[in-house]
C-alpha cells in the first residue's frame, strides 16, 4: 500500500492510498482536478516520486507538512 498526504490552506489534511503508484496517482489526480488544476500529470508523478523541487515545497510556505513523497504504509 501507498501513501501520500496534501497539505493546503485551502483545506484540511488530506491522506491518500493506493495499492501502487498507479493507484495513488489516480486518486491524487481526482483531488487536483478540483482543488488544484494548475498541477499538470507530469508534476503529479513527480511528487509521488519525490522530485527535489516538490521536496523544497513540501517542507516550507503554505504547503509545509504535505508528504514531500509517496512512501509505503
Not at 4 to 25: K, N
Not at 49 to 66: F, I, L, M, P, R
Request: some cysteine; glycine content about 6%.
Amino acid at each position: 500500500m501507498r501513501g501520500f498526504h496534501c497539505v493546503d490552506p485551502s483545506h484540511d489534511r488530506i491522506e491518500f492510498t493506493g495499492a501502487d503508484d498507479d493507484e495513488l496517482f489516480r486518486d491524487i489526480k481526482a483531488h487536483t482536478t478540483q482543488a488544484h488544476p494548475q498541477l499538470t500529470d507530469s508534476q503529479i508523478r513527480e511528487m509521488i516520486a519525490g522530485a527535489a523541487w516538490w521536496k523544497e515545497v513540501a517542507t516550507a510556505g503554505v504547503n509545509a507538512g504535505s508528504s514531500p513523497s509517496a512512501y509505503d504504509r
